[in-house]
Antibody
Framework: QVQLQESGPGLVKPSETLSLTCTVS????????WSWIRQPPGKGLEWIGYIYYSGSTNYNPSLKSRVTISVDTPKNQFSLKLSSVTAADTAVYYC???????????????WGKGTTVTVSS | DIQMTQSPSSLSASVGDRVTITCRASQSISSYLNWYQQKPGKAPKLLIY???SLQSGVPSRFSGSGSGTDFTLTISSLQPEDFATYYCQQSYNTPRTFGQGTKVEVK
């Protein structure tokens, strides 16, 4: 079955760029939308954005000026870049697949285990 | 953005209890509502999508209902493995938004 694995630095300095990659295994990245979600320590879930395998994107307006999500179809990977980070960006970052029903009910049905990113000097 | 509000924020229950969690949207979202379960240190797991459809592999003691602005997740008979935090999430539009979570604890 499809599995997702996040990877990237666990520590990022303030004002620098956070970069994470999600590797899709057990299935193709094609024909799906792929999301990033984060969870600050002890808090709830925040949707960051998603990308279609063809490259079209949709970002949370609260982060849009700092976020870039890209896809590498041959490698079966998609990536997140978040620029100008602050301590408020410290969180567990999850990647997830967007499933669908009847082409208009959407949900995140496969999740990575998450990776913790701490923003600190 | 559509605000999702869950109640209660936490509840205490015993094994075998019937548990009900409510989620309210700040505007009508039809049936574009999903429920997730999250255990400490783990990723969220999809339980219910489209308000009432049970995800494959999820026990039938979980059920969802509602449409418009008011939704409910029900656990018919709480099991030891069900102690967790539950989140609702709307997929009516972007940005996708989640409720603040409901923590189900041992009584």
């Amino acid at each position: 079955q499809v599995q997702l694995q996040e990877s990237g630095p666990g520590l990022v300095k303030p004002s620098e760029t956070l970069s994470l990659t999600c590797t899709v295994s057990g299935g193709s990245i094609s024909n799906y939308y792929w999301s990033w979600i984060r969870q600050p320590p002890g808090k709830g879930l925040e949707w960051i954005g998603y990308i279609y395998y063809s490259g079209s994107t949709n970002y949370n307006p609260s982060l849009k000026s700092r976020v870039t999500i890209s896809v590498d179809t041959p490698k079966n990977q998609f990536s997140l870049k978040l620029s100008s980070v602050t301590a408020a960006d410290t969180a567990v970052y999850y990647c997830a697949r967007r499933g669908w029903l009847m082409n208009y009910y959407y949900y995140m049905d496969v999740w990575g285990k998450g990776t913790t990113v701490t923003v600190s000097s | 953005d559509i605000q999702m509000t869950q109640s209660p924020s936490s509840l205490s229950a015993s094994v075998g209890d019937r548990v009900t969690i409510t989620c309210r949207a700040s505007q009508s979202i039809s049936s574009y509502l999903n429920w997730y379960q999250q255990k400490p240190g783990k990723a969220p797991k999809l339980l219910i999508y489209a308000a009432s459809s049970l995800q494959s592999g999820v026990p039938s003691r979980f059920s969802g209902s509602g449409s418009g602005t008011d939704f409910t997740l029900t656990i018919s008979s709480l099991q030891p493995e069900d102690f967790a935090t539950y989140y609702c999430q709307q997929s009516y539009n972007t940005p996708r938004t989640f409720g603040q979570g409901t923590k189900v604890e041992v009584k």
